[in-house]
């Protein structure tokens, strides 16, 4: 893949906000977006505009791995009044005794509520539904994502500026829509591509499959040292917004005193020509650099990761759905849920074909017998899992 950039830089606006004082928020969002020309000039009343914040895990509101709930609203609000219709959605990493942790976490972060209070609808893209994207990547061919990416007029990023311990230094924006996968589907292709280069060529071709229209960080506060999930919180008081998500990633990392080009992201989806992330292709607005830049953040302890202790700890954690056949009352809700289509009735059992699932678990879900419950491949995985999720 080569790059195909347009002549013209790439806009990326810094906005000072120090507060998720709600009222401070709105107006620091809405500057990001008046410095790229407003939101009347990226959506039309009555389209649909799809939020996708970093909302990894079950913690209490304001955790600062995840996306702050305020935040999502301010940016709820600036779309509302522009006339959005403004959809909300998320899928959060890892499970617990078998089950996707999604629905647990909007619950804790408070986001639920949040966006029911600004009106925004919440969609859960482990339960929604998928479509299916043909990539041409040697480790995966095709990825499901959430149907509402297809759906939406806007796909917005809403990450958190916060480090990461992958090999990538920082998560922003491009990492953020790996999210867009629904179920635990994600980690099969982190078993795929254990090594770091590997998987994020795959998260690059996702980005490029999405291409979403705007990003927003939630810089008001980070994340430093050992993120994305088990760093500390640290104030650096911006709004960082673009058109182009890959320039939005280069200015966050060099805020924090990371040169663009390093983070392993931004460099594939520069080269890939999904946008600039060489900082001499890029133009700010509002704020400088050199006035916002936090030069004592702390990075990563270690960016070095054992591929091959990572593809068994993902294999020995793998869990499937399994269907107690005397148990189950052939009712078909199971197969009617299945986003993949992969539960089919044989010889007057139900079956579910373990190639097409992608274990979000929505047959679980609706299943009014209790006849599916997710199991572990690996005994071992059990331990594991709990003192991973301990970890949380």
């Not at 942790?101 to 609808?121: H, M, N, V």
């Not at 859960?124 to 759906?151: H, Q």
């Not at 593809?311 to 986003?339: G, H, M, Y």
């Amino acid at each position: 893949m080569t790059a195909n950039h347009s002549p013209s830089p790439s806009r990326v606006s810094l906005v000072r906000c120090g507060s998720y004082d709600s009222a401070f928020l709105k107006d620091a969002v809405g500057s990001a977006l008046d410095h790229l020309g407003g939101p009347a000039r990226l959506i039309r009343p009555g389209q649909r505009v799809l939020l996708k914040p970093n909302v990894m895990m079950p913690k209490p509101y304001g955790f600062a791995a995840n996306t702050h709930p305020e935040f999502v609203r301010a940016v709820i609000e600036v779309f509302k009044d522009a006339g959005a219709e403004v959809w909300v959605g998320e899928s959060s990493a890892g499970s617990q005794a078998g089950m996707t942790l999604t629905k647990k976490a909007l619950s804790a972060s408070r986001l639920d509520a949040i966006a029911d209070e600004a009106g925004a609808r919440l969609i859960n893209f482990d339960l929604d539904g998928v479509v299916t994207v043909r990539l041409n990547n040697r480790f995966a061919d095709s990825v499901p994502i959430a149907k509402a990416v297809r759906e939406a007029n806007l796909v917005v990023s809403l990450p958190k500026l916060k480090t990461h311990t992958y090999a990538n230094i920082i998560t922003g924006a491009v990492k953020n829509l790996y999210g867009c996968v629904p179920g635990q589907i994600k980690a099969e292709f982190h078993r795929r591509a254990p090594r770091p280069l590997e998987f994020f060529t795959i998260v690059r071709d996702i980005y490029g499959s999405i291409r979403p229209g705007l990003a927003i960080f939630d810089a008001v506060e980070g994340m430093e040292g050992n993120g994305p999930s088990a760093g500390r919180p640290r104030a650096i008081g911006l709004v960082i917004a673009s058109t182009d998500p890959v320039a939005a990633d280069a200015v966050a990392a060099e805020v924090i005193g990371v040169p663009s080009l390093r983070v392993t992201t931004t460099r594939l989806c520069h080269e890939a020509g999904l946008g600039r992330g060489d900082m001499k292709d890029i133009q700010l607005a509002g704020e400088s650099l050199e006035s916002v830049r936090v030069a004592d953040f702390v990075k990563p302890s270690t960016a070095v990761v054992n591929p091959h202790l990572y593809r068994f700890i993902l294999k020995a954690t793998e869990t499937i759905p399994v269907i107690d056949a005397k148990t189950c009352t052939r009712c078909r809700v199971c197969l009617q849920s299945c986003p993949m289509k992969a539960i089919s009735e044989k010889d007057g059992r139900m079956v579910i074909d373990r190639l097409a699932c992608i274990r979000c678990f929505c047959c679980a879900e609706v299943c009014q017998e209790q006849a599916i419950t997710p199991k572990r491949k690996n005994k071992l995985g059990d331990l594991l899992s709990k003192m991973m999720f301990a970890r949380w």
